[in-house]
């Protein structure tokens, strides 16, 4: 795939620090992902070494496609919170467009509009830096957390389908309608 666009290693939001990773991420973001709660619908818990593999597996990303999912950080207090942003995945199923919008939150954050957040901004440059013309996001039908953070985010549900072994709902949006609603 290919984007025009360049390369943002950092973003603020309001209240977000959209950054790189660093090696003192791993001991929260192994936390998180050990929490039945917030890995629900996700495959299942991590272990330690799976966590590390996973922000192995972010910045390898970064570096090949030159954007990716940014460690998030609360910007009034520095505390790593988990992870928002953009991830390309080659295998999925549904036509040409397979960059998705993403996030993981550590469940004492949840309920504050953080996900929202992070995701406009990810999306926000995805359109205008990385020029794409559309965005999708992915999750299992009954994540009704993650289908609103879609919602709000300006996404639209497109369809049903099977990815990786799991039945899940996929929503997108087009550029131009994105930047309609956020006008
Ligand atoms: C999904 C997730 C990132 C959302 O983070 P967040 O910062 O709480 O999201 P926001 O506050 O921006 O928005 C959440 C919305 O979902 C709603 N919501 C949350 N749980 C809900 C539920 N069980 N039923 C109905 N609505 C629910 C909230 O009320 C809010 O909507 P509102 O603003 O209209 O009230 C967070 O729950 C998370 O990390 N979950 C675990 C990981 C995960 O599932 N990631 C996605 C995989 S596809």
């Given at each position: 795939?290919?984007?025009?666009?360049?390369?943002?290693?950092?973003?603020e939001t309001t209240r977000l620090l959209l950054r790189q990773w660093r090696d003192d991420d791993l001991d929260p973001y192994s936390?998180?992902?050990?929490?039945?709660?917030?890995?629900?619908?996700?495959?299942?818990?991590?272990?330690?070494?799976?966590?590390?593999?996973?922000?192995?597996?972010?910045?390898?990303?970064?570096?090949?496609?030159?954007?990716?999912?940014?460690?998030?950080?609360?910007?009034?207090?520095?505390?790593?919170?988990?992870?928002?942003?953009?991830?390309?995945?080659?295998?999925?199923?549904?036509?040409?467009?397979?960059?998705?919008?993403?996030?993981?939150?550590?469940?004492?954050?949840?309920?504050?509009?953080?996900?929202?957040?992070?995701?406009?901004?990810?999306?926000?440059?995805?359109?205008?830096?990385?020029?794409?013309?559309?965005?999708?996001?992915?999750?299992?039908?009954?994540?009704?957390?993650?289908?609103?953070?879609?919602?709000?985010?300006?996404?639209?549900?497109?369809?049903?389908?099977?990815?990786?072994?799991?039945?899940?709902?996929?929503?997108?949006?087009?550029?131009?309608?994105?930047?309609?609603?956020?006008?």
């Amino acid at each position: 795939m290919s984007s025009r666009g360049a390369s943002i290693f950092e973003i603020e939001t309001t209240r977000l620090l959209l950054r790189q990773w660093r090696d003192d991420d791993l001991d929260p973001y192994s936390r998180m992902c050990a929490n039945p709660e917030v890995m629900r619908y996700l495959p299942g818990t991590m272990t330690r070494e799976q966590s590390e593999e996973q922000i192995a597996k972010f910045v390898r990303h970064w570096k090949e496609y030159g954007f990716g999912l940014w460690a998030a950080e609360i910007r009034e207090t520095e505390a790593f919170i988990g992870f928002i942003g953009l991830q390309y995945s080659e295998d999925w199923p549904e036509g040409e467009h397979k960059t998705e919008v993403g996030w993981r939150l550590d469940r004492s954050c949840w309920g504050r509009g953080l996900a929202t957040e992070g995701a406009l901004a990810s999306l926000r440059h995805g359109f205008v830096e990385l020029g794409l013309e559309r965005i999708i996001s992915i999750t299992l039908p009954e994540n009704i957390a993650s289908r609103r953070v879609m919602e709000k985010s300006g996404l639209a549900l497109r369809g049903e389908t099977r990815w990786r072994g799991f039945d899940v709902v996929w929503y997108d949006a087009g550029r131009q309608e994105w930047e309609m609603y956020r006008s």
